[in-house]
């Protein structure tokens, strides 16, 4: 005869009245239902698969975007000056060939890929946001009389490369330097100023 020693178990039950958990718990299966919310895309990647669709299909600009024609116009508070009178006014005289070449290369450019409207925004956020950068972070260092060299380190710090890193996948393959040239580009049509001068608002 065998004596039975301890309670009787079975392995098909399970009791956990005095367990303690942190996560879910259950004598049975549990069903865990999670939400993935969609990765948003930003405006640029949105213009970027439109402009590979324009290019696909090969369609022809039907028309203009206004924000990119505002600023290859000359400004409404223009003082007339070129691009190689500005920065000669600012102090920079020995930047004026360099600066001349880049912004044509960058004008070339910019109006080579302005066949495509989605194009045409790219560019116009592109010349948008180096306007404001340059107003915000640039414009009070010109005004108060910055070292060149301090300023020369603030434009390719706060707008230089974040212009660069907003470009994302970069499909129009925009460099350091055409970028620079932009900023020429709106110099040269009186968005931008190297001096100052008291007849031209400093927050338009």
């Not at 950068?133 to 974040?162: C, G, H, M, Q």
């Not at 907003?166 to 001096?195: R, V």
Request: net charge neutral; with cysteine; aromatic share 6%.
């Amino acid at each position: 005869m065998f004596k039975k020693i301890g309670p009787e178990t079975s392995p098909t039950k399970s009791d956990q009245r005095n367990s303690i958990v942190s996560g879910d718990q259950a004598g049975r299966d549990i069903n865990i239902t999670t939400n993935i919310r969609p990765a948003t895309t930003s405006a640029i990647t949105a213009l970027y698969k439109r402009l590979d669709s324009e290019i696909s299909e090969n369609s022809q600009l039907q028309e203009k975007v206004d924000d990119l024609e505002y600023y290859l116009r000359e400004a409404e508070f223009s003082l007339g000056k070129t691009l190689r009178e500005k920065l000669i006014d600012g102090g920079r005289a020995s930047e004026v060939t360099l600066a001349t070449i880049q912004k044509e290369r960058a004008s070339k450019k910019l109006h080579r890929h302005s066949t495509k409207i989605s194009a045409q925004k790219i560019y116009a956020f592109i010349l948008s946001k180096l306007h404001n950068d340059f107003r915000a972070y640039i414009t009070p260092l010109i005004e108060n009389n910055y070292d060149k060299a301090v300023v020369e380190e603030r434009i390719s710090e706060k707008v230089i490369e974040p212009t660069l890193t907003f470009l994302e996948s970069n499909i129009l393959e925009l460099t350091h330097d055409d970028i620079k040239g932009l900023i020429y580009l709106l110099t040269g049509n009186c968005h931008l100023e190297w001096a100052v001068y008291a007849n031209v608002p400093s927050n338009i």
